[in-house]
């Protein structure tokens, strides 16, 4: 699954980043690295684009880019 | 010496520089691009300055601000970086500071908020950072002003041992390897280029294309490369920006989980999720914006506008007709007065009377923009402003424009993006400005007495529409490509510093009036000779036998198809650059009648659709020349500018056209 379809408040592990060139390396120097864990911490009132915990810091990004990264939820406990 | 103070955005970059400087400081132009780039002596210490570069998360070569910071620090190569961080989250801010150390530049590390991490009960080994990063590391607070002396005593002494950081990344494996391997290959190149071996290797990696442009790799050298990375990445099963990536941050990770004695409980984040729970709460969020901004205006151009700019006029009157008297009295001929009082004090005045709505509107925006809520203003509205290629930052200017182009323009700054911030420019023009309701007032009551409110909200609306239209046509041509990536950080909500707010609010200030004043000068001067002199060069009694009269003769017919050739109303137009209310008061003067008995004149002169088109020209042509002034100061370009006013001419002129002939064939 993609970044955009969590749900608010939920947690995932990042698998891996696609896309290409400064849009891709943008992310990637951001700290959403594959291995990196983050939690959808809010949506915008429009419902795009979206808020996101990562490596302790507040982040935003459009849907559009969200799907990008693709992400692993934590296993159920 | 020059000391290069880099960082992330939000870390306190700007208050830091402030309390380095004092308030000496010159901004700089770098070619090409619009950033501006602040430079001042340090404090009490001759001989070296400070370099505030654009705050980046990283030296990529993607956008301006990182192309200006990288190349400051790759190809001027300052004698010392001063990396700010913010202590609170040590985690994203160390990323920053692997790249800069990857250049082996002398460095030193402000761990700046080391109030907040007090605050928060977080512990941090400041020692055992320092010796992790091979550098010194400097606790400070720059908002309370803590640690400054030491930092500056540190920066000193590492400027003039010009000791080389001794950074040791404990990369291990296939990276490691692959760094190794071709920084012997590329030592050479990398020495011709004055570049580290192991920085170009890291580089190289990371496809990095400039750097590897700048190495003068040949064919067998990139061939022996790209062996080397493809091994690298089977290896790692990646791909090498994310091998370079990874290695930064994995040292980062080492680093944090040792020196970062203990997380506490970050406060100020909280509060931040608190005060978020309603500022970009679903329903609460449009409209609380909606508030603010209305506050803002309501402080500028109501209360502000209504009495400091009504004050500034007075005030600027009574010393216009105190130089009149004076000059009188010394028997200066006539045209000399009319020159010194009506042209040149008339231009101080047309400067002058801007700077109380510029002041308290750069006062109020840089206090928003310093708390942080700007960033959750574009997070809000970004979605809208996709849909026409802009992202939600370009909001503001936008609703600035409603009052006065020249802050809008200025207002621009915020935007990081080059690509958004020339789009915004070009479209804050068409959002009508509060010079224009005078025009719209005078023309509304003659014409369209019954629909007033409506002529007038129809003014409004066009204006958006064609606004919103040419950034949709510039986006398919001039402006192709995709926005700038929309990754933006929301950093926590912070009390403004007092210091940063009011260098901001001078900063703009001065930088209008030192900009500005020429051209409106120059401008002034100009307008009051061509509507006081003939081309006989004597004074004239009647304005209609100016030069400015006998030209818009000569051109007025250019007007005919749009429904208002007469020359007055041309001349009106001409005289309306100097500023939009002029309009008014020219017709009044060339008509011969008081600005009350105005719709009369005008009323025999034009149909109620003539009339329409002229106030659709009005509302949509190339703005005032202070606007002007402002526009080409911030494109730092004069060909820019005056093909932007030429462009917005046209279309003005295309529209009132194109509604006027429509409206002849409907009344047919």
Redesign the interface.
Known sequence: MTLDALQTGEKAKITK?EGEG??????????L??G?NITLF?K??????I?IVV????????IS?ARKIFVAKESAK | MNIALIGNQNCGKTTLFNRLTGSRQKVGNFPGVTVDVASGPLRGKKGFTIVDLPGVYSLSPYSNEEKVTRDYLFKSRPDCVINILDATNLNRNLYLTMQVLETQTPTIVALNMMDDVKANGMVIDIEKLSEYLGVVVVPISAAKNQGIEELIEHCVKVCLAKEKNTFKDRCEGPIHTAIHSISHLVETNAAKAGLPAKFSAIRIIENDAEIIEELRLAPNQVEIINHFVEDLEKALSTDRESAVVDMRYGNIEVICADVIKKYGDNKSQRRTDKIDKILTHKVFALPIFIGIMGLIFYITFGIVGKYATDGMSILMDMAGEGLKSLLVSLQVSDWLVGLVVDGIFAGISSVLSFLPTIIVLFLLLSIVEDTGYMARVAFIMDKLLRKIGLSGRSIVPMLIGFGCSVPAYMSTRTISSERDRKLTLLMVPFMSCNAKVPVYAIITMTFFQKYQALVMLFMYVLGIVVGILYALILQKTKFKGSSAPFVMELPPYRLPSGKTVIMYMWDKAKGFIVKAFTVILIASVAVWFLTNVSFTFSMVEDTGDSILAMISKWISPIFAPLGFGDWRLTTSLIAGLSAKEAVVSTLAILFNVTQAELPAALGGLMSPLQALSFLIFVSLYMPCLAAFATLRKEVKSTGYAVLAMALQTFIAYIVALVIYTFGLLVTL
């Open positions: 980043v400064s849009m891709r390396k943008r992310l990637l120097d951001m700290g690295t594959p990196t809010k915008a009132p429009m419902g795009d684009p808020e490596r302790g810091y507040h982040l935003t990004l459009r880019d």
